[in-house]
C-alpha cells in the first residue's frame, strides 16, 4: 500500500511538473509542403508524431506477424510449387 501511494504520489508531481512546462512556454511547429501548413503547439506536435509512429509500429508489426504466419503455414504444411 504504501509503495502504491509514493508512485501516485511521484506520478501527480511528474503531472504538475509537465503541466507547468507546457504552460510557461507552449512551444511552436510549422510544418510546410507545397501549399499546405500545419500549426501547432510543440506538445500537441509531439503528441501526433508519437501517436504516428505507434501507427506506422502497428502496421508494420501486423503485416510481419502475418507475413511469417503464412511462411510457417507453407513450411509445415510442404510447398507444392517449390517441388
Known amino acids: 500500500m504504501r509503495k502504491l501511494f509514493i508512485i501516485s504520489l511521484v506520478a501527480l508531481l ?3 511538473g509537465v503541466v507547468a ?3 510557461a ?3 511552436y511547429v510549422l510544418l510546410s509542403f507545397g501549399n499546405y501548413t500545419l500549426e ?3 506538445w500537441v506536435g509531439l ?3 508519437a501517436l504516428l509512429l505507434l ?10 506477424s502475418d507475413y511469417w504466419r503464412t ?6 504444411a510442404g510447398n507444392p510449387q517449390g517441388r
Not at 56 to 64: D, H, M, S, T
Open 40 to 42: 501547432a503547439s510543440l
Open 55 to 64: 501507427a506506422v509500429y502497428l502496421l508494420v508489426r501486423l503485416n510481419v
Open 25 to 27: 512556454d507552449p512551444g
Open 47 to 49: 503528441l501526433l508524431f
Open 21 to 23: 512546462l507546457i504552460e
Open 71 to 76: 511462411a510457417v503455414a507453407i513450411l509445415v
Open 14 to 16: 511528474l503531472g504538475v
